[in-house]
């Protein structure tokens, strides 16, 4: 092969390796899609379809355990109103940010009395307090509660370890039992100094000497900023039936929310 032979042909060959390359950057992209979360398809490090893996924050239904139930109870607030309160244990490494839920208050003769459904955020990772207040019972006399998660499978999601960590701190509780009106208050604080919380769900239960919760109530602070308090606020109607020596307060970050 001449020397002007081999020239043109490793011309050729450059200009074919050209040319595949220009078509691979070109077709390549539009024939192959990187897998994605949102594609209705298992592909990548899914181990379901459009969940679990590395590549995804949401988990699969095999990944996620049903929060747990401790305990669920009603507490007269007036002789026709309950309050209702559902104590549950989050052990999933996950959030989710809306998850339906059913109180059921039975009588006396266990019949269903009153029926209140919601949703409500989960975050990881913990015990929170689900509180249903104002309950219209009319003249029944509210035995038993029963609580349930609703049938509609909720999305869990993982959350980031610096958000899934975020706290805020409660100081200078102070309860008043001898007036007509039972008050509790409350400082919430954010101790993030560069977190905003939004929606801020607070509980409160108060216990007996026995440990058997009296009643309980919630109020939602709209924003709190970074390394900001506010006040909280909690009352009743009338006094309690048993005399309360202990009360926690129960905080729900949406963390979903937290910027």
């Not at 970074?226 to 926690?248: E, H, I, L, N, Q």
């Amino acid at each position: 092969m001449s020397w002007a032979t081999r020239r043109r042909f490793f011309i050729v060959v450059l200009l074919a390796l050209i040319a595949g390359g220009l078509v691979y950057w070109y077709y390549v992209p539009v024939i192959y899609k990187a897998p994605l979360c949102t594609d209705g398809v298992m592909n990548g490090t899914e181990t379901g379809i459009d969940c679990g893996g590395t590549m995804c924050s949401t988990l699969c239904r095999a990944e996620v355990q049903t929060p747990s139930l401790i305990w669920a109870r009603s507490f007269p607030v007036t002789d026709t109103v309950y309050n209702a309160a559902a104590y549950i244990e989050n052990k999933n490494n996950a959030g989710t940010r809306t998850i339906a839920y059913e109180f059921r208050l039975y009588d006396e003769k266990d019949i269903l009395a009153a029926r209140v459904s919601g949703t409500t955020i989960i975050p990881p990772l913990g015990r929170y307090a689900i509180v249903e207040t104002g309950i219209p019972v009319g003249t029944a006399r509210v035995k038993s509660t029963e609580f349930s998660f609703g049938s509609t499978p909720a999305v869990w999601e993982r959350v980031p370890e610096a958000i899934a960590r975020l706290r805020v701190s409660t100081s200078s509780m102070k309860l008043d039992t001898a007036s007509p009106i039972p008050k509790l208050s409350a400082t919430i604080t954010n101790s993030s100094p560069t977190v905003r919380f939004e929606n801020t769900v607070v509980a409160t239960i108060l216990y007996d000497a026995d440990d058997n919760a009296v009643n309980v109530s919630r109020t939602i602070l709209p924003v709190l900023g970074p390394g900001m308090s506010a006040p909280v606020f909690f009352t009743w109607p009338r006094p309690f039936s048993s005399p309360v020596v202990r009360y926690d307060i129960v905080p729900v970050i949406d963390v979903f929310l937290a910027k």
